[in-house]
């Protein structure tokens, strides 16, 4: 069992920035590709950044050059550093991993970005 546990969301105004944080516990295979999503009201859950185990990255479009996923696997934490936050990146954000066939899910956490 793996549990995902959440911070750093708030209330940010444009231009800002925020650092998510989502530290993972319990049994924790060494192959895992963590991420976060984001899902906006009305609107389908998207995926916003990845990282795998080799710390290997990928973005949605949207994102590119504001937003950076990293990892510190001593801690078994993933971050997601927001820059340059706009109000479309208003959205309850969530953690995820993918590891041994499962997939986990954090609680999820409010941003939101006032113009």
């Known amino acids: 069992q793996v549990q995902l546990v959440e911070s750093g969301g708030g209330l940010v105004q444009a231009g800002g920035s925020l650092r998510l944080s989502c530290a993972a516990s319990?049994?924790?295979?060494?192959?895992?590709?963590m991420g976060w999503y984001r899902q906006a009201p009305g609107k389908q859950r998207e995926l916003v950044a990845t990282?795998?185990?080799?710390?290997?990255?990928d973005y949605v479009d949207s994102v590119k050059g504001r937003f950076t996923i990293s990892r510190d696997s001593a801690k078994n934490t993933v971050y997601l550093q927001m820059n340059s936050l706009k109000p479309e990146d208003t959205a309850v954000y969530y953690c995820?991993?993918?590891?041994?066939?499962?997939?986990?899910w954090g609680q999820g956490t409010q941003v939101t970005v006032s113009s």
């Open positions: 995820q991993m993918r590891t041994m066939g499962l997939v986990y």
């Open positions: 319990g049994s924790i295979f060494r192959l895992n590709t």
């Open positions: 990282i795998t185990s080799i710390s290997s990255t």
